[in-house]
């Protein structure tokens, strides 16, 4: 049986926090930020956790 590959666009996009849950960065930050409030640039410049319903896909990409 072949080694399992870890998804290669999923591993730049997600990391593991320390207590397993899987962290991800905010949409929408790459460009036409100047119609956007700076509360919502601030909103969007800090890192979430993935929804518990797609946490188990996104462990299956990065073979966990």
Same mark, same amino acid.
């Given at each position: 049986m072949p080694k399992m590959k870890t998804h290669?666009?999923?591993k730049k996009r997600f990391k593991?926090?320390?207590?397993?849950k899987v962290?991800?960065?905010q949409a929408n930050t790459s460009h036409l930020m100047? +119609?956007?409030s700076n509360k919502a640039k601030t909103r969007l410049s800090g890192s979430t956790?993935?929804?518990k319903?797609?946490?188990g896909r996104i +462990?299956?990409?990065l073979c966990l």
């Open positions: 290669s666009s999923a593991l926090t320390g207590s397993g962290k991800r960065f100047r +119609k956007k956790l993935v929804s319903a797609d946490e +462990k299956n990409l």
